[in-house]
């Protein structure tokens, strides 16, 4: 069973930087694109960023820029380098395993809070 696990959220001003990280339990790690989520409150969740399994990166137009996303397949991890925060940055930051299909995430993580205040 594989488990994907965000660590690094927390409350930050604007103008700050914070920086998520994700582990993914699995020997194939290196053969899957990840992805970063968001979900506001009242919100639909929404792309924030992608990277595949050979290192190309995508960004939502909100983020480019701003956020930085990286992976480690020696540790199985999925950073998210978030910096130049905006209050409307705020959301719920969920990290997402796609292990079969580009751009089809099959496991989800259960979410880490990322709170920038103005």
């Known amino acids: 069973q594989v488990q994907v696990v965000e660590f690094g959220g927390g409350s930050v001003q604007a103008g700050g930087f914070l920086r998520l990280s994700c582990k993914a339990s699995g020997r194939t790690f290196n053969s899957w694109n990840m992805g970063w989520f968001r979900q506001a409150p009242g919100k639909e969740r929404e792309f924030v960023a992608s990277i595949t399994w050979n290192g190309r990166t995508d960004y939502a137009e909100s983020v480019k820029g701003r956020f930085t996303i990286s992976r480690d397949n020696a540790k199985n991890t999925a950073n998210l380098q978030m910096n130049s925060l905006k209050p409307e940055d705020t959301a719920v930051y969920y990290c997402?395993?796609?292990?079969?299909?580009?751009?089809?995430?099959?496991?989800w993580g259960q979410g880490t809070q990322v709170t920038v205040s103005s």
């Open positions: 997402a395993a796609a292990r079969l299909k580009p751009g089809s995430y099959d496991y």
